[in-house]
């Protein structure tokens, strides 16, 4: 470990480092109309892919016949998977050690299920060619619900994998079930809860695509993609379509919003790959958002059961979870190797528990495949707000103040490093501090009294409360891994002899502001000012590798590697610096930017001086240049925390229910960009609120996907997203070069159990425990007859 | 059919298919790609223009409904190699993150302050509310709109 952790040094404004809410570099390009995204790349003989999806959920395939389509003028081919099959790429591994259809060859297995692939001169074309396609379909019986795909006699979905005799995708376990046991034998009351976390997608405004462009004569592959990963797609795309790694060339360009959407590899990217191997041009396929909803990367769809034991006076002793996921047709989720069912298993949150046993099982249904992290670090969101809901109905059951049980059992400053019963090792926290700040601002002691003055107009007000922790920033590399590639990350520093500099990295943004916060990391290292350094990321060819974007990993990751490399180079820097001034490197004080002679202020050297003297001027025996890499390999996760609070109030006539507050208290370590880290957090909140209120995909019992446009799946505009307050503490992270924690994806964690606790809470008095996501104004009401039914 | 169309004050006559909606006209046949697609369904928004300053979907019209107007891009916002106000905003103010429904906000927003110099939230908000974005949770991006009402129209580094 090269590491060293410690305060970054403070610097100037015209340096811009760290704690500097500077203005982002990237935004020039894009608010002149100028980023590039996928689809605004246009290569020359370029052909477009089309995508013919099934209709139905599950049915076998008895004839396919493309020849209409392929007398089309315009088109180019009809792919068929029996034409893949015969280069062994009909079937793909998923990034969950699973496989995957690229185009269905014996049956179908979800509404939307790629079937046949037209390539065509214009898109229009493809589209028109993919109405003369007819396919023969024998339907079989479709399993909808995870728990019916359990039961014994269900319809075999995988029939396609050897010794595969049910729907079980997996089962997977974490923690104690004898000291559990034995917690809930010595508990006074045990207090448990139903909730399902539904099917969600992403969404990102720009869908997914890619252009593949394999070159016949030098077998050289570029690839552009809507890619969050791009070095780890390069090699999963060498051992699945057998194509050499040195002449592979992932690229992936700017991205509109990827939220996890953009991790896994999809049928369309294999098939335009396919499909521009076979005929010597470039392929385009990029999705509409209809297929984007139907086809690509959901997210949740976990049906939880938690019981949590407890002591009268409110001490937490035991929690036991029992989950079924939904993974749809394909086990495609991107979780690490060990882990089936991601994170979730840090379901015991803030909170100090003896002991804990979490009980997961996959299941295979009739849907799109994904189980992606949707903004969260594998499948950490479904485990806060359980968690959170738990402890808000326990309050309930013991009559204590929810904050008070939180405050009473939360894992205390002093108890750090802290081991939680199902192996996490949490690095730093002060969860009263972020909790007691988050009800200081939301007014907490004044509630009751706003609760009345409500109730007098008709208007039932709740206040929910969530304090949150996430485990992100994967690796080390010994825990965590995708498709066996290990999760470390890297940073190539060169830095030119003018004194400025260049930074390369494996991670990619697709937003969260990387071009202006790793810049900022070097500034505050090297005393480059930010502006003088250019951040690249997405090009294989010309970043060192890494395993990209989510999962907050790439502050906890990429960042980090920016960091050290950048103080390995200021390390070289002194050497140089010390010849320059005929000084002993000893005898020189680093100041942002510059070496100074101890005693001596009017000797010093600047950080452009000594770039140019790594080029022209070096000491005899020193390697010249001022460059280096540096891949870095986490000790741990970091784990960033924070509490929520909302208000709400429901109209008692309609059941619609409004923000009245919400306020996010966050604590992220230290804040690299504090405009950015909140802009992060305006968006995490938003897509916390979407989920809790309308945002939601569901199917009918035939296995319809109803929420395949954005009529029918709903994402808040500027009139519903409620306005936020946000607050911070800061508890740097221990072990990470600069103490940052990684801060894109807090929000969506911590927010849905505020928002959905303040409902219940509004009704609490009624005997409400539970209104499953999306809180619709129509469950809300259905909520209250019930109640009122008694 | 052909269609003649002024874009960001440059003519353009071209041969197309009556089915090409105007989006792909803009992107694809005059390679204006900062006019984006995210649904082509009318419900995101990313796809905004203005058409005679009015803001309109060009994913929901053909490109040869627009014979004979006049429109106007993100592409078109800069003028005499000046920023317009809203650009300079959405830096400013952080308004935008992974920038694609970046060029609709501003312009939905231009067209906003052309007819109502100085709205306030609920107008702002209320004139966003057919485009999406996912990144900002729309705080930001009300904000800019704000500050771009304060900052005199046109001017700009």
């Known amino acids: ?790 | 059919m052909e269609v003649s169309v002024t874009v960001n004050g440059a003519d353009h006559t071209a041969d197309v298919e009556p089915r090409v909606l105007l989006v792909d006209f803009l992107r694809t046949t005059l390679g204006l790609t900062g006019t984006h697609i995210g649904c082509d369904t009318s419900g995101c928004g990313v796809c905004t223009i203005l058409l005679d300053g009015t803001p309109v979907k060009s994913c929901a019209m053909f490109a040869v409904q627009a014979d004979g107007r006049s429109l106007t891009t993100v592409e078109g916002l800069k003028q005499n190699g000046q920023l317009d106000r809203m650009q300079v905003a959405f830096k400013e103010m952080h308004g935008l993150q992974c920038g694609f429904c970046t060029p609709a906000m501003m312009l939905v927003g231009k067209a906003l302050l052309e007819r109502n110099p100085a709205p306030d939230e609920e107008e702002i908000r209320w004139e966003l509310s057919g485009n999406l974005c996912r990144c900002t949770g729309y705080m930001n991006i009300v904000k800019a709109i704000r500050y771009a009402a304060t900052q005199p129209e046109g001017a700009s580094a």
């Open chain 1, 1 to 790: 470990m090269t590491t060293t952790t410690g305060a970054p040094s403070a610097t100037t404004a015209e340096i811009g480092g760290i704690g500097h809410s500077i203005k982002r570099k990237e935004d020039d390009r894009f608010i002149h109309g100028q980023g590039r995204y996928l689809d605004d790349h246009v290569l020359p003989g370029m052909l477009h892919l089309a995508l013919l999806r099934s209709p139905l959920p599950h049915a076998r395939i008895v004839k396919i016949d493309t020849s209409e389509a392929e007398a089309l003028p315009g088109v180019v081919a009809c792919v068929t998977g029996e034409a893949l099959a015969a280069h062994g790429l009909a079937w793909m591994p998923t990034l969950s050690g699973d496989t995957q259809a690229v185009l269905a060859t014996d049956k179908v297995r979800f509404q939307g299920q790629e079937v046949v692939g037209v390539v065509a001169e214009s898109p229009y074309v493809a589209w028109d060619a993919l109405e003369l396609i007819d396919v023969e379909y024998d339907a079989l019986p479709t399993i909808i619900d995870p728990k019916a795909a359990l039961e014994d006699g269900a319809a075999l979905i995988r029939d396609d994998k050897e010794g595969q005799t049910d729907n079980s995708c997996y089962q997977w376990e974490a923690g104690d079930k004898a000291t559990t046991d034995q917690a809930f034998a010595a508990a006074d009351k045990v207090v448990s809860i139903d909730t399902h976390y539904p099917r969600s997608h992403p969404a990102p405004l720009e869908t997914c695509g890619c252009i593949a462009d394999l070159d016949p004569v030098t077998g050289q592959a570029t690839i552009y993609m809507t890619s969050q990963a791009p070095h780890a797609i390069r090699t999963l795309f060498a051992m699945v379509a057998g194509l050499p790694e040195e002449n592979i060339r992932v690229i992936s360009p700017d991205i509109g919003g990827g939220f996890g959407n953009k991790v896994p590899i999809y049928p369309g990217y294999v098939v335009a790959t396919a499909a521009s191997l076979l005929i010597g041009k470039p392929v385009k396929w990029v999705e509409t958002r209809t297929e984007n909803l139907i086809s690509t990367g959901f997210a949740r769809d976990y049906h939880m059961h938690a019981e949590l034991a407890l002591k009268n006076d409110g001490q937490m002793l035991g929690l036991k979870v029992d989950m079924v996921s939904d993974n749809g047709a394909f086990y495609a989720d991107a979780q690490p190797s060990k882990f089936k069912a991601g994170l979730f298993h840090v379901c015991t949150g803030s909170y100090n528990f003896p002991a804990a046993h979490v009980v997961t099982k996959g299941a295979y249904t009739n849907k799109a495949p994904g189980g992606v992290a949707y903004r969260c670090s594998f499948r950490i969101t479904e485990a806060a707000y359980l968690i959170e809901r738990l402890v808000q109905n326990a309050a309930y059951e013991l009559g204590i103040d929810p904050a008070e049980l939180r405050t009473k059992n939360f894992i205390r400053p002093d108890q750090f490093p802290y081991h939680s019963p199902t192996g996490f090792v949490y690095d730093s926290g002060d969860y009263d501090a972020a909790l007691q700040k988050a009800l200081d601002a939301i007014g907490y002691a004044g509630i009751a009294k706003e609760k009345e003055e409500a109730r007098k107009e008709g208007k039932l007000v709740g206040v929910g409360i969530s304090s949150f922790t996430e485990a992100v920033g994967a690796g080390p590399s010994k825990d965590y891994d995708i498709a066996g590639i290990k999760m470390f990350d890297s940073a190539e520093l060169r830095v030119h002899p003018t004194g400025k500099a260049i930074l390369k990295l494996g991670s990619r943004h697709q937003g969260q502001g990387h071009e202006t916060t790793y810049a900022q990391i070097v500034a505050s290292e090297l005393g480059i000012p930010a502006a003088d350094i250019t951040v690249r990321e997405g090009d294989t060819d010309n970043t060192p590798y890494g395993l990209g974007t989510y999962g907050s990993r790439s502050t906890p990751t990429s960042g980090a590697a920016a960091a050290v490399i950048a103080r390995q180079l200021r390390e070289k820097s002194r050497k140089i610096a010390a010849h320059l001034l005929e000084a002993s490197e000893d005898d020189l004080d680093w100041e942002p930017g510059k070496f100074v002679v101890k005693g001596a202020p009017d000797r010093s050297v600047t950080i452009q001086d000594v770039a140019l003297a790594a080029y022209t001027n070096y000491p005899d025996g020193t390697e010249p240049g001022l460059e280096g890499v540096h891949y870095y390999d986490p000790p741990n996760l970091t784990y960033p925390f924070g509490s929520y609070a909302a208000v709400i109030e429901i109209d008692e006539e309609t059941g619609q229910w409004k923000t009245r507050r919400m306020v996010a208290v966050d604590d992220c370590g230290v804040r690299i960009n504090p405009m950015i880290v909140e802009g992060q957090l305006h968006g995490g909140l938003a897509e916390g609120f979407a989920m809790s209120s309308m945002q939601f995909i569901t199917f009918d019992e035939d296995g319809n996907c109803i929420g395949s446009n954005f009529t029918d799946y709903l994402i808040p505009t500027s009139w519903e997203t409620p306005r936020f307050e946000l607050g911070e503490t800061v508890t740097p992270c221990p072990h990470h070069p600069i103490g940052a924690k990684g801060v894109g994806e807090s929000a969506t964690v911590g927010s849905p159990a505020a928002w959905v606790n303040a409902v219940i809470d509004a009704l609490a008095p009624t005997g409400v425990r539970n209104i499953d996501m999306p809180v619709t104004p129509a469950r809300v009401w259905e909520a209250m007859q019930g109640a009122k039914a008694g």
